[in-house]
């Protein structure tokens, strides 16, 4: 099992970033995904999950309305679009496997993409 994220970066305030998820080594078309993050000095916090097929999302409240996840079955690939970000949002994220990533483990997610948003 393989998780490799990207897309990660410093932007300003205000600015966008879309992270990607490569995944590999298991059926991920059959595997609801999510994105979790972790801020220094801070527990994880999950951000958003989406089902198998992508019909249905769920976002933390912190995010709804400025990020928005989506997958791609065919290319085993996981996305989360961040707009209007804030400097709250910096933190290194992960994508994992399942609707329960903080429960399940670290060793569900993938090795992380730092973002970073300061002016």
């Known amino acids: 099992v393989q998780l490799v994220e990207s897309g990660g970066g410093m932007v300003q305030p205000g600015g966008s970033l879309r992270l990607s998820c490569a995944a590999s080594?298991?059926?991920?078309?059959?595997?609801?995904m999510s994105w979790v993050r972790q801020a220094p000095g801070k527990g994880p916090e999950w951000v958003a999950t989406?089902?198998?097929?992508?019909?249905?999302?769920y976002y933390a409240d912190f995010v709804k309305g400025r990020f928005t996840i989506s997958r791609d079955n065919a290319k085993n690939t996981l996305y989360l679009q961040m707009n209007s970000l804030k400097p709250e949002d910096t933190a290194l994220y992960f994508c994992?496997?399942?609707?329960?990533?903080?429960?399940?483990?670290?060793?569900?997610w993938g090795q992380g993409t730092q973002v970073s948003v300061s002016p």
């Open positions: 994992a496997r399942g609707r329960s990533p903080i429960a399940t483990g670290r060793g569900s």
């Open positions: 080594g298991f059926s991920f078309s059959t595997t609801s």
């Open positions: 989406i089902s198998t097929a992508g019909g249905n999302t």
